[in-house]
């Protein structure tokens, strides 16, 4: 972008005739914020047309002005998109410098451009369309994450694996189980934006200033031509209220919070000490000193991302707070939080969504952690409620039971028959088909549960809900 301060005499800028001397330089600098909205310029041009054909079928302006400003911003547009477009920090936004470009293209016509119309419902306009299409772009990136997240899944529908609560094994999962919790989590996430989109996608122009104006204007015209579901219905709050924006932002916040989960469990599970999975080398660093070294840069930076993005929900919820009605300058500083928040999701999605493809699980190791934390000591006391005990008791058998394999530094199921019946009388034979990790993991056999025909019947389903 071209920057070329202080280029244009006093007469013009907008408003010019209200005012005895020129806004100082810094001033100009400080509240001007072409720098960064300059990116909402397509969706200005688009609702600048919208609201113009409205003007001239209301026989506000006349058709010919309305053909003329059709034609001059169609051309700005190619000019922004080839990069020939000079945007002037003197003419302050996005806005401004569109008009002004129009008006020395086509005249007098230019002008009219901004009949009930103010930018306070101008820029609001422009959020929001810019907003709805994003939502969509974030929606589909979660598609592909939930679709590699399957895919991964799907190959790993009965791989055990150690469930941890507490980070200590708890019980035997799959792996392709563990990865669907995942997939349910975007799968919330992705509902939450296509909800806020519906939020996000309501009309502000003709709220003008804050109290909406003396033109005949048609405000579900405009609606429907730029693809709105209705317009906003008070003024003053179409053009001063930004909690759409704000529950894109949480909205943002929570797939971050969901990913920096993932990123940590990559993060620990591609270490050593686990080495439970391998990350493609394209997503790693080494280490400049140590040669050994391959760093999990990728989750690491999601998961230092996620505060970036938790920061910027911060700064519009207290944006936003105790503004009096209505609009006030403050909200200006809605775009930079809002730019970067999502410049931050979609490429985290995209990277996210190829990482996974490039994992690889070493079934060993898992299975080995999860022989080694007692993790089927449930399974033991399960078996003893449905021999008859109730499950207090049975609780403590077999605390008593592990206490021992701890002394002899055994698992349960390296115990010999004689040395569990000491514990409970009950336990026979069987017991060892409930101590194994597959008979543990077979007996969850519930919707929800980790018993592998359940597993993929879960990815059988999502599939299905993916389409
Ligand atoms: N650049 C401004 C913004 O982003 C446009 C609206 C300016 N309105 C005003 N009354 N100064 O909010």
């Not at 000019?79 to 007098?108: P, S, Y």
């Not at 306009?125 to 598609?143: I, M, P, S």
């Not at 296509?194 to 015209?221: F, Q």
């Not at 809605?334 to 410049?343: A, R």
Request: proline content about 3%; hydrophobic content about 40%.
């Amino acid at each position: 972008m071209t920057e070329k301060v202080n280029s244009l005499n006093k007469k013009d800028t907008s408003w010019s005739g209200r005012f005895n001397e020129p806004v100082a330089e810094l001033v100009k600098k400080y509240t001007a914020s072409v720098g960064f909205d300059y990116r909402l310029a397509p969706y200005d041009i688009q609702g600048s047309i919208a609201h113009a054909r409205m003007l001239s079928e209301r026989s506000i302006i006349s058709r010919q002005d309305f053909a003329a400003i059709e034609k001059g911003l169609q051309e700005i547009a190619q000019e922004i998109e080839a990069g020939q477009f000079e945007w002037l920090l003197d003419l302050e936004d996005v806005h401004l410098n569109i008009e002004k470009r129009l008006t020395d293209k086509i005249g007098d016509a230019g002008k009219r451009l901004h009949t009930g119309r103010s930018r306070n419902d101008q820029v609001a306009t422009d959020v929001r369309l810019w907003l709805r299409a994003t939502a969509d772009q974030v929606v589909a990136g979660l598609h592909q994450l939930q679709g590699s997240l399957l895919d991964l899944a799907e190959k790993h529908y009965d791989t055990v694996m150690p469930g941890f609560t507490h980070l200590q094994v708890a019980q035997p999962v799959t792996f392709g189980h563990h990865l669907m919790a995942y997939y349910e989590m975007l799968k919330r996430d992705a509902a939450r934006f296509v909800d806020c989109r519906k939020r996000i996608n309501r009309l502000p122009l003709g709220a003008a200033a804050l109290a909406g104006t003396s033109y005949p204007i048609d405000r579900e015209m405009v609606a429907k031509n730029l693809g709105f579901d209705g317009v906003c219905e008070n003024s003053l709050d179409a053009v001063s209220d930004r909690d759409f924006a704000i529950e894109f932002t949480f909205a943002s916040s929570l797939v971050m919070t969901h990913l920096s989960r993932l990123s940590e469990e990559l993060i620990l599970w591609s270490s050593p000490r686990f080495a439970f999975i391998d990350i493609a080398d394209r997503f790693c660093t080494g280490s400049s000193i140590m040669p050994q070294k391959k760093n999990p840069d990728v989750p690491e930076l999601v998961r230092g991302k996620t505060g970036r993005v938790y920061g910027h929900l911060t700064a519009l919820l207290t944006l936003m707070k105790g503004q009096p009605l209505a609009y006030n300058k403050d909200n200006q500083e809605d775009k930079e939080p809002l730019f970067d928040t999502v410049d931050t999701l979609l490429v985290t999605l995209e990277i996210y969504a190829d990482m996974m493809r490039g994992i690889t699980v070493n079934k060993e190791n898992m299975r080995q952690a999860a022989s080694e934390g007692f993790a089927t000591a449930t399974d033991l006391a399960d078996y003893l409620v449905k021999k008859g005990m109730p499950f207090r008791d049975a609780h403590e058998v077999v605390a008593l039971a592990v206490r021992h394999a701890v002394e002899q530094n055994v698992d349960l199921s390296d115990l010999p028959l004689a040395s569990l019946q000491k514990f409970a009388a009950e336990i026979s034979d069987d017991v060892y088909a409930v101590l194994t990790l597959e008979g543990s993991l077979q007996s969850r056999n519930h919707i929800g549960g980790t018993a592998p025909v359940q597993v993929k019947a879960a990815i059988a389903r999502a599939k299905k809900e993916m389409g």
